[in-house]
């Protein structure tokens, strides 16, 4: 089942905010988005003009989806009025949520989203109850009482104190709990080239509070005007990679790189408005559609299933710059056999892709023009018959031979396979193949630069081992 998440937070007109970034965010990490509306706000990315709250309707939202779908991971952004405080409350607790709070009551252009001094009951009341929470510089400062601003890394004491202090907070009765909790403070501090946020995750060691403190740096940038939403895209991606069973530190992470990559690109909107730009550009579109091309080739025939392996096949496509697995496209789930034809899982995604995409980094050192890989089945007289029978050049490589340090890690395996293969043919062959070792399936590898080159290759195999 693919992972579910709740947004409960106000509409943004501009969809750069609000509940509709936080949809949009769920979506570009792999996370189907359920939603909730407080309030209905009237603004573009520069201006705020005021906001209807929907606290009468809220716990009716929340009702109809928290007692049919499986939700246990939520988002709360903005919280107009004591009301809505209390109907979150009680849904927290009633369905036991996972909560990750972006405690946001002052608009990104400086005006109330939430009734004067709601954040006093939103501390108490709420603090307790949240597993992450994502304060900017003035809202930990708030919080913490502490004066924070322009702090820097060689003056960070008292932002650590701020941090420390807050975490206390999410602890009912000030003790730390084995319930591990974080809060990270964003642009917590700059210094010459860069701005930092400060994470600080309590851990609970042999009996004993722990807390620990990590840093993420990032450029500093020179903007003219207002970036609009960046809160909601933070703290959105981080409950949507806790939907995906990561742990808390690794979901603050993975929120960090997602935050960073999307926040270099933005929509540049009149009067200097901008917006993160959460769309797929148009070379991971081409990607996408390729893969598709593919995939459609593959499914329309029953006979292509006989290519699906014991752990199924995958079809990775990358960009033509790729330098990580986030550069790489793939088939959630991959492809199974469905109704006697192949079936993909699930959706294509970028940074979905495991070994099929170390292949291809792998590769594109060596041809940079390599930019797909598909992984079939193997069978020892389909080897046979495609040497003889076809054009394709096949390079087999035995997994025994691999160094006994390299055999730990399947990553290092991917990278020996290619620089094997190279060394034996001089080039990326048009197949890999291996009969398999311990606990690995022997598999066949097919690489392409373009859909149409793997259809073509594909063909070829159909021609001369399926017919």
């Given amino acids: 089942m693919k992972p579910f998440c709740l947004t409960i937070a106000g509409s943004d007109p501009t969809s750069g905010a609000g509940i509709q970034a936080d949809i949009r965010t769920f979506d570009r990490i792999g996370v189907h988005p359920f939603s909730a509306i407080t309030a209905l706000t009237y603004q573009t990315a520069t201006e705020f003009y005021g906001f209807k709250s929907l606290s009468e309707d809220l716990d ?132 010459k080239d860069y701005i930092f946020d400060l994470a600080c995750l309590n851990q609970l060691i042999n009996g004993k509070e722990n807390l620990r403190f990590k840093i993420y740096k990032k450029p500093k940038l020179s903007l003219q005007g207002n970036v609009h939403g960046t809160g909601c895209v933070f703290s959105s991606a981080i409950s949507a990679y806790l939907s995906l069973g990561n742990s808390i530190l690794k979901s603050i992470e993975k929120s960090e790189h997602f935050f960073d990559d999307k926040f270099l690109n933005f929509i540049e909107l009149p009067h200097e408005g901008k917006i993160i730009d959460l769309t797929l550009d148009q070379e991971q579109i081409k990607v996408i559609n390729q893969i598709k091309e593919i995939y459609q080739f593959i499914s329309s025939e029953r006979k292509f299933s006989m290519l699906i392996p014991e752990v199924r096949m995958n079809i990775s496509g990358s960009l033509p710059n790729a330098a990580t697995k986030e550069d790489i496209a793939g088939i959630e789930g991959r492809i199974t056999i469905v109704g006697g034809y ?126």
Avoid: C
Avoid at 68 to 85: C, F, N, W
Avoid at 102 to 128: A, K, N, Y
Avoid at 372 to 378: A, E, I, R, S, T
Avoid at 446 to 462: E, H, M, P, R
């Fill in 60 to 191: 009716k939202q929340l009702d109809a989806i928290l007692n049919t779908y499986p939700i246990k991971y939520v988002k709360i952004g903005m919280i107009p009025d004591i009301r809505a405080l209390d109907v979150i409350k009680n849904t927290i607790l009633t369905h036991d949520l996972t909560a990750v709070l972006d405690p946001v009551t002052i608009s990104s252009v400086g005006e109330r989203i939430s009734s004067e001094g709601l954040e006093h009951e939103i501390e108490r009341d709420l603090f307790p109850l949240v597993t992450v929470l994502t304060p900017n510089l003035e809202e930990a400062s708030y919080f913490a009482n502490i004066e924070l601003n322009n702090r820097t890394i060689d003056d960070i004491k008292a932002l650590k104190q701020a941090a420390e202090t807050i975490v206390k907070k999410m602890y009912l009765d000030q003790e730390i709990s084995k319930i591990q909790k974080a809060v990270v403070i964003k642009s917590a501090g700059k210094d």
């Fill in 342 to 467: 192949p079936k993909a899982s699930g959706e294509i995604r970028f940074g979905k892709s495991d070994h099929t995409a170390r292949l291809i980094l792998e590769a594109k050192k060596f041809d940079n023009s390599i930019n797909f890989v598909v992984n079939l089945k193997y069978k020892s007289e389909w080897i046979k018959i495609l040497q003889e029978k076809t054009d394709l050049l096949l390079q087999e490589i035995v997994r025994e031979h691999q160094p006994e340090k390299i055999m730990i890690t399947e990553e290092s395996t991917m990278q020996w396979l290619i620089k094997r293969s190279i060394k034996k043919s001089g080039r990326i062959p048009d197949i890999i193949w291996d009969k398999g070792s311990v606990r690995k399936e022997p598999m066949i590898r097919l690489f392409g630069k373009n859909a149409v080159d793997v259809i073509n290759k594909l063909q070829k195999i159909n021609s001369s081992i399926l017919n």
